[in-house]
DNA sequence: CGGACTGTTGATTCGAATCAAAACCGGTGG
DNA sequence: CCACCGGTTTTGATTCGAATCAACAGTCCG
């Protein structure tokens, strides 16, 4: 179990970070407490502090931050393999809530263990570092979204985005994914409305570039899809060596 | 010369972090080299690699980010003691541009030293690290900003971020600051076109709110003004010990 | 079967963009 | 000293993308 869920991280880290036998092991031998979440189930509120940090190993968690008017904006999506709140491990107060998207397995590492195996491993630090000033290069990327994008270059933005991530980590088969999010929540990603959302999800199936059928996702013609978000994936840092 | 540069970054370094005294003496002798930049003169271009951190002396920077159908997206503003580029000690190519918005003093600290400094000093890549997600936090907030306030309170809220920001590396004075900026910046900013912003500025001065002179700024109402922005001061995590 | 989400559709409103032009300002040079 | 210039701010008229409001259909599940 643990060995899985520590395999899982592995998997996300390596992406974007080169680890040695030593870091592998170390990392393997952390101490991770499993839980299991129900879809929308809170795992850290804004204003809590924790002692822990959560990763992903099954299903999709997000970030959010609520308007004193009630409305909502989701900040960032998150795959198995991540840690959404590894910032917690210096920012001792959260900005924002962490939920679960869709039913989770998730495991909770303590601080002092994370904080214990930086300091033992210093190249693990590093990883973890970089990992977070790439959660930072995505939110930029989404404030461009939001900021500068029509609503359908945003949609097929955020659509591209999760296909290149979750394909890092061997989620996806030619254009196809699963993406278990709901047509509200996908509004409070992209700042629109969820009617909005509805009719610029008509005109992408319509164009012929995405088909929908529930959860499963498949982006029919990648190179379109691309264009329409006029993605470019370097701010994704998925090649270690850069 | 070196030692004001090394002086304007322990003030930004220690609203947020706690730093002993060897810290402060590992960092004062951090070799810099001095230049001098104009406004909107570019520091280091989305798709460059770099080799070395600028430190904002001073003036104000900006990072930004342009869409392929010519518009653009500020990501982030920043102010004296700040380096605005931390990322490029692990994210080796930059996703964004960084650039003067106004003449600048900045020194370039070059990559080796910094990693020497915080292979030395664990507690001082504590702090950098700890900085890093600080910029993710109001990266964060500015994707609330563009994504679910109104074009008024985005505004207001940017505003009061620059006041609290400034204010505790000491450069404001009872609501007043130095902001200078031209409108169509402000509005690369806040996602708004330029007309809107100048539209905006008018009402928050009719009531009296705001009030500008050239590059001055004066919030007559810190208090109306936070609540027409929904600001709340959390993600700047300026207190050390949270 | 009924109820609660989730997705879909239509009609209408509204905030902000766009287009276009004028006013303002600080600097430069004749 | 004043005419001129580029950049910035301001104003007005118009358009447009997306929100809102309201209702209805589909789907899952107890």
Redesign the pocket.
């Known amino acids: 179990m643990i060995a899985n869920l520590a395999a899982t991280l592995l998997t996300k880290l390596t992406v974007s970070n080169r680890l040695d036998g030593e870091d592998v092991q170390a990392i393997s031998r952390l101490p991770i407490r499993l839980r299991h979440l129900q879809a929308q189930e809170m795992i850290i509120a804004d204003g809590a502090q924790s002692e822990d940090c959560c990763l992903i190993a099954e299903g999709f968690a997000f970030r959010a931050k609520s308007t004193i008017d009630g409305s909502r904006q989701v900040l960032s999506l998150h795959i198995p393999g991540e840690v959404p709140d590894l910032q917690s491990l210096h920012l001792h107060i959260m900005d924002h809530d962490l939920m679960a998207l869709t039913p989770c397995t998730v495991g909770f590492i303590a601080h002092d263990a994370l904080k214990a195996l930086n300091t033992a491993r210093p190249s693990v630090a590093a990883a973890f570092w970089r990992e977070s000033l790439i959660d930072a290069a995505i939110f930029r990327e989404w404030i461009v979204n939001v900021g500068r994008r029509?609503?359908?270059a945003r949609m097929a933005h955020l659509f591209v985005e999760m296909h290149q991530r979750l394909k890092a980590v061997g989620r996806t088969h030619e254009g196809e994914f699963a993406f278990p999010i709901?047509?509200?929540d996908l509004?409070d990603c992209l700042?629109?409305?969820?009617?909005?959302v509805?009719?610029?999800?008509?005109t992408l199936r319509r164009d012929g570039v995405l088909a929908v059928n529930?959860a499963d996702y498949h982006i029919l013609d990648m190179d379109k899809m691309s264009d329409i978000g006029g993605f470019d994936p370097t701010y994704l840092h998925q090649d270690p060596s850069l």
Request: a positive charge; hydrophobic letters at 35%.
């Open positions: 029509s609503a359908t709901t047509q509200a509004a700042g629109l409305s969820t009617v909005h509805n009719r610029v999800l008509q529930r």
